[in-house]
């Protein structure tokens, strides 16, 4: 056996820094804080542009080239016919999935509002209707969410209990043991492909919190009552 470099550092810290946006995002509106609720919404949004950028600039094994398969591939997979490192052909369209939810829960959320005093920052875009429509679909997809997370995890334990393949280790240390001749380090995501990949995540969340929509115009000064 030996080992190998599978998880480049962008990878590892993507994966456990949106365990934690989801954790403080899920306590924050669970306990009446809708403004934490909503930062922490925009650091989902930048974790999820960020991801999207790296799976076509980072090393490897994070990009969607090296782990998206077609039908065939998960055929295969499930005949115990694929041999690999990184995301199986099965475990990728659960990676999509779970980026496909996230983001649509993060941008439902910029547009959402609570029916009282809070609205997300993209709320003055759209109608109230649309609003409430897409609210509505917000919370509602939060119960997907629950039990997507919840088959990732125990899949993840089966894999480790069963199958005998820890898929935690490698997403702390970045290194995995494989039988020689099975795959090589990963290559390539070096440091300007990341800058590149911050830059687009902090553009997308500079545009979700609204900061460049034109202010509201100011209100018309009350009429002066001449005593006429």
């Known amino acids: 056996m030996t080992d190998i470099r599978l998880w480049d550092l962008p ?10 946006a989801v954790t403080g995002a899920v306590v924050t509106i669970k306990t009446g804080m809708p403004e934490w609720h909503s930062r922490f919404g925009l650091f989902v949004v ?28 998960v055929l295969r997979y499930l005949r115990g016919q694929w041999q690999g490192v990184g995301h199986n052909p099965l475990g990728a369209l659960s990676v999509l999935a ?10 439902t959320g910029l547009f959402a509002n609570d029916e009282i005093s809070f609205q997300g920052p993209l709320y003055p875009l759209i109608s109230s209707g649309w609003s409430d429509t897409l609210s509505s679909w917000h919370r509602l997809t939060e119960w997907y969410l629950y039990g997507l997370v919840a088959l990732h ?3 993840v334990v089966w894999y480790t209990k069963v199958k005998k393949d820890n898929l935690v280790t490698p997403m702390i240390t970045g290194k995995k043991r494989v ?4 795959a090589s380090d990963a290559k390539g995501g070096g440091v300007v492909a990341f800058l590149v990949s911050l830059v ?3 553009g997308v969340v500079l545009g979700a919190s609204g900061s460049l929509m034109s202010p509201p ?5 009350p009429p002066q009552n001449l005593g006429w």
């Open 200 to 202: 687009l995540a902090a």
């Open 153 to 155: 995890v125990l899949a």
């Open 11 to 20: 990878t590892r810290l993507f994966h456990w820094l949106l365990l934690l």
């Open 217 to 221: 115009p100011a209100p018309e000064p």
């Open 98 to 107: 779970l980026l496909a939810l996230f983001g649509f829960q993060a941008v």
């Open 179 to 182: 039988p020689p001749g099975l």
């Open 46 to 73: 930048g974790l999820l542009s960020f991801r999207i950028a790296w799976g076509f600039l980072g090393s490897t094994y994070a990009r969607f080239s090296s782990f998206v398969r077609g039908p065939s591939a």
